[in-house]
């Protein structure tokens, strides 16, 4: 299901939703049923089809006789149909009780941070809800809370609540609890058994449908699209009511700290992970300058995680009114405050943080060591990576001089000196020399690019409509022009023209998604072309052919493949015509693959035309000088 779909989808669910309330909930109930239902009929199916073999065997056996003598001829044709039979039977059974993979983080118990699982335990006893059996700390700015069934979607679940360190070092105990109790609210009935019981079937089924992608084998496969087809139009009709549900999530942790206290817990996670973003960047900046990753990344944070930043307003802005993706359930920031009724002072950004951070306060005598691991840990995953971009950033210096003691440069050389000085030195302002460049190769794309990236950084319009130009120019720079436009759009808060560049880019990416998985396997029912090559790529194909071990080969022919997502992408076929005597001789594949790795000077595929391809060969040779030889 695509995203529009989707959409579609949801938005006649929110109108169903309003007008018949418990109609709605009746179709979720119902939906809920059909996928363990469609996993019951597969199991019951199969394993009838199995019993039904089996009786029959025992009958024929127990007449004895000719029937005997039957069922030895036919016993081949009953271990094919049994064999499918209980493959299916357990793959399904698979499905309905595969163990969902266990989330990863630094183990915190009770000897460590005493006064989290004190918090943990006021908690539950307050909200009245199921035990938190393991913490997990991890090195990212999150909270969540994953319920692990022991038996796949159902049986004796597993309550695990993922802390991020760098968010409890941003938050105040009381803003850290109210986050933790939002997520603990799902699991706890703060919507009603029914949504808890949906909250939780929303996850597992994702993950089964994750997980169903790697089954292998004939049935593995033909299971795993049933789940793959059935799992998002659940996602789809629980969607609704998964959104109303993160109200009430909200209104679990405002029962807790007040609402007040949840109102600036929502603001401050909206913040500190633009914050965290930006700090992690000016790290990174560094890389330049520093031959090794900082050694003490978690202490820095700790440090500069309090709030009161420069960006503060503009961060609080953008995230107000942010729509995120079709598959997030989370409203907007502005609509989850109103429903606190806290929506008066929404664009006040909470004050800087006084006292210790939740992280101070729960973790307590345990924090340095856990700082330690976190970012000892961070340091060596980034460690490479660090060291491979020090290098190859001194090289681009070593260059960058080279170029600017030339006395004359082309203008390739030209173009490389400004795209290295943005790259390496951001502060300058290029825009004349780029203007400069453009006007001395007016068709040349790249730099076209880059001067509109510069228009753009120095708040100049002007730079879309030269993206715009760019776009229309070459298609293939659509990606990259409206990424940059998106973001502008969105840091001017102009967010209606940035939701246009995000559907643009969205669509793009699924054109070239589609395109690339097209161009990448053979399917005979694509259209066909003559080959339209060039006079170059002519000489390099006759080459080729005059190298070629002919041997066993009757005829050859070229044709180019009109791909359905993009008719003008370049893709070919060879067809081959292999003689009826190698054929029988059961050389055709060697054939095949000699012609495969031949040296052609274009992607093509290499398609035998007899046997299973007969259809396709009869198309084939009515192309117009397809025949090479």
């Known amino acids: 299901m695509d995203e529009q779909r989707f959409a579609q989808i949801v938005a006649r669910l929110e109108r169903d939703s309003a007008a018949h309330p418990r109609l709605y909930l009746a179709k979720v109930g119902l939906v809920a049923m059909l996928g363990f239902l469609i996993l019951a009929a597969l199991v019951a199916s199969a394993g009838l089809g ?73 908690m539950r006893r307050r909200l009245r809800g199921p035990q938190v059996h393991q913490v997990l700390l991890v090195d990212e700015m999150n909270a969540a809370v994953v319920q692990r069934p022991l038996f796949g979607l159902v049986g004796f679940p597993r309550n695990h609540l993922i802390l991020g360190l760098p968010l409890l070092e941003a ?39 994750g997980v169903a992608q790697q089954w292998q084998g004939f049935f593995g496969r033909l299971l795993g699209r049933a789940v793959g087809a059935y799992a998002p ?29 949840m109102a600036d817990a929502l603001k401050r996670s909206n913040l500190a992970t633009p914050q965290h973003q930006a700090f992690l960047g000016a790290v990174f900046a560094q890389i330049g300058d520093q031959p090794r990753p900082p050694a003490d990344l978690a202490l820095r944070w700790s440090q500069q995680a309090a709030g009161d930043d420069a960006q503060a307003a503009r961060w609080l802005g953008e995230a107000l009114d942010h729509v ?16 606190l009724q806290h929506l008066a002072d929404a664009d006040q950004a909470p004050a800087r943080r006084q006292g ?99 228009e753009l950084e120095h ?13 229309v120019q070459d298609p293939e720079a659509t990606l990259p022009a409206c990424e940059r436009a998106h973001a502008w759009c969105r840091a001017q808060g102009q967010l209606q023209r940035a939701e246009a560049y995000g559907t643009r880019w969205r669509e793009r990416a699924a054109m070239e998604q589609a395109r690339r998985q097209q161009a990448e396997h053979f399917d005979a029912r694509h259209a066909l072309a003559p080959a339209q090559l060039d006079e170059a790529v002519q000489h390099q194909v006759q080459a080729t052919l005059q190298r070629l071990d002919r041997r066993g080969i009757q005829a050859l022919y070229l044709v180019r493949r009109v ?52 259809g396709f060969g009869r198309r084939l040779r009515k192309v117009a000088d397809a025949r090479l030889m």
């Not at 971009?389 to 001194?394: E, K, M, V």
């Open 171 to 209: 938050m105040t105990p009381d803003e850290a609890l109210a986050v933790v109790a939002h997520e603990y609210g799902h699991l706890a009935g703060a919507h009603g058994r029914f949504g808890a019981f949906i909250y939780r079937l929303r996850r597992s089924w994702s993950s089964v449908a």
């Open 459 to 471: 708040g100049d319009a002007g730079g879309l409509d030269r993206l715009e130009r760019l776009m």
């Open 563 to 614: 791909l359905p997502a993009d008719a003008q992408l370049g893709s070919w076929v060879l067809g081959v015509d292999i003689g009826w005597w190698q054929r029988r001789l059961g050389r055709q594949k060697a054939i095949v693959q000699r012609l495969a790795t031949a040296d052609w000077p274009l992607p093509l595929f290499v398609v035998p035309l007899r046997g299973n391809n007969a």
């Open 233 to 261: 139009w659940f996602n789809a009709y629980t969607f609704v009511l998964a959104r109303a549900n993160e109200y009430q999530a909200d209104r679990s942790g405002a029962d807790l700290v007040g609402a007040g206290v």
């Open 356 to 454: 210790p951070s939740a992280a101070e306060r729960w973790l307590g005598e345990a924090l340095p060591a856990l700082r330690e691991q976190a970012q000892r840990q961070w340091h060596d995953a980034v460690a490479d990576g660090w060291q491979q971009r020090h290098r190859a950033i001194a090289e681009q210096r070593t260059r960058l001089a080279g170029l600017r003691a030339q006395a004359e440069r082309s203008a390739d050389e030209e173009f490389e000196r400004l795209q290295l000085s943005g790259q390496l030195e951001p502060q300058l302002d290029l825009r004349d020399e780029l203007a400069a460049l453009a006007a001395r190769q007016p068709g040349h794309g790249p730099t076209q690019y880059l001067l509109a990236l510069a």
């Open 324 to 339: 995120a993706d079709v598959a997030d359930t989370h409203p907007t920031l502005r609509q989850r405050l109103a429903a």
């Open 50 to 122: 199995l019993l039904l073999l089996l009786g029959l065997v025992v009958a024929v056996v127990a007449s004895g006789g000719a029937a005997l003598l039957l069922l030895f001829k036919l016993g081949k044709l009953l271990v094919l149909v049994a064999v499918p039979l209980w493959f299916l039977m357990r793959q399904a059974i698979a499905a309905l009780f595969t163990r969902l993979p266990a989330p990863q983080g630094q183990p915190i118990d009770r000897a460590q941070a005493p006064a989290l699982w004190a918090t943990l335990d006021d």
